[in-house]
């Protein structure tokens, strides 16, 4: 893609037709803050700078971005500071790509409790490879993973289910726990069994959704209303246990460096990119999907489509666990590095090290190998940030 703009944005789809959905459609105001934001992203109601040539005088306005972790425009740079930092702490050792989904017949019910059944997703999920991993059959020691939450298809339909990338071994602690070995994955070709990872992770899952739904911790709407009847429950709740749920594990990566950058693919990600967007007339919205494919949405439809994946406000969606979990980063990673021979842990970049528009260009570069302080106009001179009220520069004639 390289420093090319897309020809369509997201964004384009809300200005044209977000005002006639809101009127016909009631928000939730975490939908409400998305919209608004891709909308307002990097244009003048946001502010900024901007930036002038100090050889030709070639003046850009450059508009603040929104941030929303939704905006298909604020997630390279976010995503390039994250893999920094992970890369500065993980294990180098192999690494396994596991994926829990949760059933079709539980989306309608998840659409209506979103925070709650997305939490036990992540607590079934990783409390099966905590407990295989531990499981001296299997491993018998402490795993590492990541775990990020999607809950979109190709299509945007609503389909939740989390990517998890899985050390292939583990740390194992010595009596009194002054010493530990790493043990790796015997055979290496696969992690754990995945019928075995499937019916345990179901378990998990259905038991702490039975214990939520006694609780009164559950919300019963829309295709899911019946559900609050119990015998209706009942026959829901044996269908889910009689099924065999879908854990798909891939073999082994290479090493944590590639892995993480594979990793970091999914971690930022939102529902579509606006580089997926092809075309947008009297038919709808038109978009990539799978295998050169396309589908082709009404403009309503894409817009609702794309709101399902809305987060509620503050729900982390990237989770660490076992040695990558925040208490075991001074003390079991460290053994679990001196275990592989690294003796040492890089600090992450401090954050604040440079400026806002600084650290942003040297990301952009990075990333792109796109220089934003060289001039795109002289191509000699460098472009200089100043305030976006600031009255060009006058001339005397010669």
């Known amino acids: 893609m390289g420093s090319e703009r897309p020809k369509l944005e997201v964004a384009d789809i809300f200005r044209a037709h977000g005002q006639t959905y809101r009127a ?57 500071n994250w893999l920094d930092r992970q ?13 829990f989904t949760l059933p079709g017949e539980l989306r309608g019910l998840g659409l209506h409790n979103r925070k709650r059944l997305f939490d036990l997703l992540f607590e079934a999920a990783s409390g099966t490879l905590i407990e295989l991993g531990h499981d001296e059959k299997h491993l018998g020691a402490l795993l590492g993973f990541t775990a990020v939450l999607h809950t979109w298809t190709r299509d945007l339909s609503f389909h939740p289910h989390l990517h998890c990338i899985v050390t292939g071994g583990g740390l194992r602690l010595a009596l009194g726990q002054t010493d530990a070995d790493w043990v790796s994955r015997p ?52 269908k889910l246990y009689r099924k065999e749920w879908v854990v798909y594990a891939k073999r082994p990566f290479g090493g944590a460096e590639g892995v993480y ?50 987060l509620p406000k503050g729900f982390v969606k990237i989770r660490h666990y076992g040695l990558l979990a925040p208490p075991n980063l001074g003390t079991k990673l460290v053994l679990a590095h001196k275990a592989l021979d690294k003796y040492a842990i890089v600090s992450p970049p401090t954050a604040g090290e440079a400026s806002g528009v600084e650290e942003w260009r040297i990301t952009v570069l990075k990333l792109t190998g796109v220089d934003l302080t060289r001039c795109p106009q002289c191509q000699t001179g460098t472009m200089i940030p100043e305030p976006l009220s600031r009255p060009p520069p006058s001339r005397v004639a010669a």
């Open 24 to 80: 016909s459609h009631a928000l939730t105001p975490d939908q409400a803050r998305v919209m608004r934001a891709i909308e307002t992203c990097r244009t003048a109601s946001l502010g900024g700078h901007v930036d002038v040539c100090d050889q030709c005088h070639f003046r850009r306005n450059a508009y603040n971005s929104c941030r929303n972790r939704h905006c298909p425009k604020c997630q390279n740079l976010a995503q390039a």
């Open 87 to 99: 890369m500065a702490r993980i294990p180098k050792t192999n690494y396994f790509h596991v994926v």
């Open 187 to 238: 055979g290496g070709r696969y992690l754990f069994p995945v019928k075995v990872m499937s019916r345990l992770f179901r378990g998990k899952f259905m038991a702490a959704l039975v214990q939520a739904r006694d609780n009164g911790e559950i919300v019963f709407g829309g295709r899911s209303t019946a559900l609050a009847e119990d015998d209706v429950w009942a026959a829901f709740k044996d």
């Open 261 to 310: 950058k594979y990793l970091g693919r999914y971690t930022h990600r939102v529902g579509i990119s606006n580089y997926r967007l092809q075309a947008i007339d009297e038919s709808g919205v038109r978009f990539s999907t799978k295998d050169g494919k396309s589908v082709t949405l009404k403009c309503e439809e894409f817009i609702r489509r794309f709101l399902l994946h809305v």
